[in-house]
């Protein structure tokens, strides 16, 4: 499975952004599609998840602000961020996974992440 990001990039507070990820190759056994980040000096972190089924889980710093969709005939998973801050700035990854723990050891397979920097 490969995935690609795009959708990153540099954005005043307040504002928005939206990431796509792309996935080629079955998804089948993957039941979640989500997105990480990572700041300098910060361990990686759930931003949101979302199963093959439509239920969703976000981290508690974005909850109200991002929303997640998936496209699974697309292999496809977006995510649509709002009131962005400057603590939103950072690598954010798209990942799939088996597992329904969210958590980033439990990721099968990465993206090469994509910048997404919010200035104040």
């Known amino acids: 499975v490969q995935l690609v990001e795009s959708g990153g990039g540099l954005v005043q507070a307040g504002g928005s952004l939206r990431l796509s990820c792309v996935a080629s190759?079955?998804?089948?056994?993957?039941?979640?599609m989500g997105w990480y980040r990572q700041a300098p000096g910060k361990q990686r972190e759930l931003v949101a998840g979302?199963?093959?089924?439509?239920?969703?889980k976000y981290g508690d710093s974005v909850k109200g602000r991002f929303t997640i969709s998936r496209d699974n005939a697309e292999n496809a998973v977006s995510m649509q961020m709002g009131s962005l801050k400057p603590e939103d700035t950072a690598i954010y990854y798209c990942?799939?996974?088996?597992?329904?723990?969210?958590?980033?050891?439990?990721?099968?397979?990465w993206g090469e992440g994509t910048q997404v920097t919010v200035s104040s």
């Open positions: 190759g079955s998804l089948f056994s993957f039941n979640v």
């Open positions: 979302i199963t093959s089924g439509g239920n969703t």
């Open positions: 990942a799939v996974a088996r597992t329904y723990t969210y958590h980033p050891l439990d990721v099968d397979h």
